[in-house]
């Protein structure tokens, strides 16, 4: 296939050749297409109305947990996977339980680390919903761990961010914790 020179394509077609392949090859020859659809259809997640409602009083915590999660390191570009908890104690406001699975999308779908999107997901709940607190543990596989480097397969890690009274209150952190287990 030829592709408009110096066009992402194009650009990754020759990424392919440099690497050795033949990029006329029945099964590569599209290839520079659907990997370029692929970046910008997984780098773009969609706009999301984050929804909040009245309170209407709730002051107990609110838990969700194995919500599963994609995203590419930034160090590697290599895929990584796993599931997140995200809870938090209402102050005046709760939110459409989605949201909380869609906030989690918005910041897994870039070139990432774990450790930012963890905290990124954190801050976003804190400003939007002013909490008590929010708390977000992430798990994951990274494949850049598995595939090259030490290549250790079934290894997680676990990152977390804890604000508002799940930092302050080691009561709230461990009731969180143990709902969790």
Avoid at 61 to 66: F, R, Y
Avoid at 108 to 114: G, H, T
Avoid at 146 to 152: C, D, L, Q, S, T
Wanted: charged fraction near 25%; charge should be positive; aromatic fraction near 12%.
């Amino acid at each position: 296939m030829i592709y408009k020179k110096n066009s992402a394509e194009w650009h990754f077609q020759q990424i392919l050749k440099l690497l050795g392949e033949d990029t006329n090859r029945e099964g590569l020859i599209e290839t520079p297409k659907r990997f370029i659809k692929f970046y910008k259809e997984f780098l773009n997640p969609p706009k999301y109305n984050f929804t909040t409602f009245n309170g209407e009083g709730y002051d107990d915590m609110i838990v969700q947990s194995n919500i599963p999660f994609y995203s590419l390191c930034e160090h590697h570009i290599a895929p990584f996977t796993g599931a997140a908890t995200i809870a938090y104690i209402p102050n005046d406001k709760i939110v459409g339980l989605s949201k909380l699975a869609r906030t989690l999308e918005t910041f897994s779908r870039r070139l990432q680390n774990q450790e930012r999107i963890t905290r990124q997901v954190a801050d976003y709940l804190q400003k939007e919903l002013k909490p008590k607190g929010v708390a977000v543990i992430v798990k994951a596989k990274h494949l850049c761990m598995e595939m090259r480097g030490v290549r250790k397969h079934d290894t997680f890690t676990t990152t977390s961010c804890m604000l508002g009274i799940f930092f302050d209150n080691l009561n709230t952190r461990n009731e969180l914790l143990n709902l969790i287990d």
